[in-house]
């Protein structure tokens, strides 16, 4: 049976809206904020943005120019566990003003670029091809987990919203992923997942009598599969063995298993 394609559009209208909140955050930063260190490790203001910047940069090469973005692939390989934080080295070198309209310029130009897509198409990535809701929907959750740690250094708490619903729904689908990066087998059986929203809504997913249950916050479920926050700080709650293990394993970004981040109080 054949599926209906994905809009995109809404997905795309919520990742402009997260993006426009953690530009407020930033715009009126001074030099000396912009180099506050941030939650992850090495990792100041200026290179959470630079990082956002880099990768908006390489989704409009997929979209675009797929020879160009097979170049950028080529250099990945090359070196698998530099180039992220290389390409963020980079870009947070340059003066705030230049990176903040540089982030501002790639953002604009991967969201036109995705509203113009042809239905039904598919882009290359660094993992397995993305339409572009999925594309969307990647960069959304980015954007609000840089965010998050951009929001930690300078001492804010960004009031959570339902746009969180992107990323619940990326982190359910990527249950799998998580298992198999782990080198571990994806359990056999859906899990129920039910999480409060923040507008007091109840957000579900699998099978109502599935034996293997999560459930708690949206907002937690979200810091746990970006690995923003360690388990043992948030409300979730697991029934099942695997359900358990998934919970200590989480991860909705593609690429090797995180480190995550340590419980609050523990030695840094």
Same mark, same amino acid.
């Given at each position: 049976?054949?599926?209906?394609?994905? %809009?995109?559009?809404? @997905?795309?209208d919520d990742l402009r809206a997260e993006s426009d909140e953690l530009d407020l955050l930033v715009a009126q930063l001074s030099p000396e904020r912009w180099a506050l260190v941030t939650p992850a490790?090495?990792?100041?203001?200026?290179?959470?943005?630079?990082?956002?910047?880099?990768? %908006?940069?390489?989704? @409009?090469l997929a979209v675009t120019d797929q020879d160009a973005f097979a170049r950028e692939v080529e250099k990945a390989l090359a070196a698998p566990g530099d180039f992220v934080d290389e390409g963020a080295e980079l870009g947070a070198r340059k003066p705030p003003e230049r990176l903040l309209a540089d982030w501002r310029a790639g953002r604009e130009a991967l969201s036109d670029a995705l509203r113009k897509a042809p239905a039904g198409a598919r882009f290359p990535w660094y993992g397995p091809p993305m339409s572009a809701a999925s594309m969307a929907t990647a960069r959304l959750m980015e954007t609000w987990a840089h965010g998050r740690d951009v929001a930690d250094a300078l001492g804010e708490a960004p009031a959570p919203t339902d746009r969180l619903r992107h990323i619940v729904r990326l982190g359910v689908r990527t249950r799998d992923f998580a298992f198999g990066v782990h080198g571990l087998p994806a359990p056999w059986e859906e899990f129920r997942v039910e999480l409060d929203a923040p507008s007091g809504a109840l957000w579900t997913y699998g099978p109502e009598d599935a034996a293997d249950r999560v459930t708690g916050p949206a907002l937690d479920f979200c810091l746990l599969v970006t690995q923003r926050a360690n388990r043992a700080d948030l409300a979730l709650r697991a029934e099942g063995p695997g359900a358990d293990r998934w919970l200590d394993i989480a991860q909705a970004f593609a690429g090797p298993p995180g480190s995550g981040r340590p419980p609050k109080g523990a030695a840094r």
């Open positions: 049976m054949l599926h209906p394609m994905a %809009d995109p559009t809404p @997905v795309l490790p090495g990792w100041t203001v200026a290179h959470q943005i630079a990082h956002l910047a880099w990768t %908006d940069h390489s989704s @409009v």
